[in-house]
């Protein structure tokens, strides 16, 4: 079964703009990772999280995780058409590698 | 550095026919994946070994799915019989092991091989 929930299903901006996309999840976890998917290719890790962080950046990636209300959120800044991809939310529990993935969100930046 | 390679891309079978789709993760990573993605919905776990142990196959639908890693490196997932509903990609990932990794979990990822069941 899936863990996560991404929110929203799909989301159109132009570029430039600021891209925000969330994720729930129902259990403890262990960490919680973001991936990119453009079409018709296999996933790419983007960030990693762990339980004990609250937020972490990379380029113009930030993640935030809040475990009281078992959420995430994924903020790409100052878009780009290649940003044009499904993102999934993937929680992992403790001592196990075993991640579940949410259903994604669809993003689609406008040139 | 080499990644998750897989094969075939694309497979195109009839229903009740078998089909099998191998993958040979990154070289080192002890732990290897085997996922679903039906269009439209996130990868959904169906077998996850450690070496070449079977770990967790909670959501591999045994009666018709096997996946196998004699020797702890490359994989075979097959399909015998094929459904329509197995129409999906078929992705293959890998990781270090996680008592070395500790936390950082992050898998990698393969191409993915698109089964069309008709």
């Known amino acids: 079964s899936q863990q996560g929930e991404e929110d929203p299903q799909a989301l159109s901006i132009q570029e430039g703009e600021n891209a925000t996309m969330n994720c729930s999840y129902k259990t403890s976890i262990n960490n919680l990772q973001w991936y990119r998917q453009n079409s018709g290719r296999g996933l790419v890790h983007l960030i990693l999280i762990r339980s004990n962080e609250r937020e972490k950046h990379s380029g113009r990636l930030r993640v935030t995780l809040d475990t009281s209300k078992k959420s995430s959120s994924l903020l790409i800044t100052a878009s780009r058409a290649a940003d044009t991809a499904s993102y999934f939310c993937?929680?992992?529990?403790?001592?196990?590698?075993?991640?579940?993935f949410g259903a994604g969100t669809r993003l689609t930046v406008k040139p | 550095e080499a990644g998750v390679a897989q094969s075939p891309r694309y497979k195109i079978i009839e229903k009740r026919q078998s089909v099998a789709f191998w993958c040979n993760p990154i070289?080192?990573?002890?732990?290897l994946y085997w996922y679903q993605q039906i269009l439209g919905q996130g990868p959904k776990l169906l077998i996850q070994f450690q070496n070449n142990g079977v770990v967790d196959d909670s959501q591999l639908p045994k009666d018709r799915f096997s996946a196998e890693r004699l020797k702890g490196v490359d994989s075979t997932l097959k399909i015998q019989p094929a459904k329509l509903e197995d129409s999906a990609v078929y992705l293959c990932?890998?990781?270090?092991?996680?008592?070395?990794?500790?936390?950082?979990?992050?898998?990698?990822f393969g191409p993915g091989t698109r089964l069309t069941v008709l």
């Open positions: 993937a929680t992992a529990v403790y001592n196990n590698n075993d991640m579940r």
């Open positions: 990932a890998s990781s270090l092991d996680l008592k070395t990794s500790g936390v950082n979990n992050e898998q990698f």
């Open positions: 070289s080192g990573h002890a732990t």
